[in-house]
Each structure stands twice: as structure tokens, then as C-alpha cells.
């Protein structure tokens, strides 16, 4: 069975453009874009995702819960969170959540290639990119 990857972004501009590198980096992968987190909960309700690419901006205490959710019921789905509105309160909660990868935009996700690869491939990232921001753990 192919991995599984979920988009869940309120920009489908951005979406797209994600879901257009991910299909680079692992062209025999099932992709689903969902624009909102009720639309993403009922995709994963379906299949679990191996990867999770979440924009948690547009309703961050639900993007919040359901990360938080996705980390107790199903650990192995990795999560990448890929902020439009980071705040350093979001950097904290991710950090809390212990997310593998957390990026803000502006983006440019093809230099973020060999560690989505690696996460992908290994189910753990490769060491940080330029565009990749520390949070503790």
C-alpha cells in the first residue's frame, strides 16, 4: 500500500504547491488535500495518514486539538506543521506536541526536499534546513 499523505491547508493555492513537491519527492504516494480541519477529520476518519502537512493558522484551536488528537490515538502518523501566522505561542504548542517538522511561511518547500524525504522514507528527519525553525523539545 502506498503512504498515505494529507494536506490540510485553507489556501489551496498553497495546497497545491504543496501537494506538487510531495508528488516529486514520492511520486507513488496517495495525496489528499483537505482546505479545512473538519474536511481533513473526515479524510482521516477513511485512512490514517503516514504524513500529516498541516497550516494551522486559519483555526489554530482546532488545527491544535487535532494535532493533539492524531498524536494519542495514532503516534505513527508523522506531522509536519507549515504556519502562515506562526506566533511563538504556536512554536511552544507545537514543541509541547512534539510535531517532527514545523516551518513558517514564506516557504520555499523545494529547499525543505531532503527532510520531507527523509521523513518520508525514514519517519524521521533529516538535519534541519535553513527554512526548517527550532522548537525545543
Avoid at 488535500?33 to 497550516?55: F, K, T, Y
Wanted: hydrophobic share 45%; proline share 7%; glycine share 2%.
Amino acid at each position: 500500500m502506498n503512504p498515505y499523505i494529507l494536506i490540510i491547508d485553507a489556501d489551496a493555492q498553497a495546497a497545491k504547491i504543496t501537494g506538487a513537491v510531495i508528488s516529486q519527492i514520492a511520486s507513488t504516494v496517495d495525496l489528499k488535500i483537505a482546505s479545512n480541519i473538519q474536511d481533513g477529520w473526515s479524510l482521516m476518519q477513511q485512512r490514517w495518514p503516514d504524513l500529516l502537512l498541516i497550516d494551522p493558522s486559519q483555526h489554530q484551536s482546532h488545527a491544535l486539538k487535532l494535532i493533539q488528537r492524531i498524536k494519542t490515538v495514532n503516534p505513527a502518523t508523522r506531522v509536519v506543521v507549515i504556519a502562515s501566522i506562526p506566533t511563538p505561542a504556536l512554536r511552544r504548542r507545537m514543541s509541547d506536541l512534539a510535531v517532527e517538522l514545523y516551518f513558517e511561511k514564506p516557504l520555499l518547500l523545494p529547499l525543505c526536499e531532503g527532510e520531507l524525504r527523509a521523513l518520508m522514507h525514514t519517519g524521521e528527519p533529516d538535519a534541519p534546513s535553513a527554512m526548517a525553525v527550532s522548537i525545543a523539545r
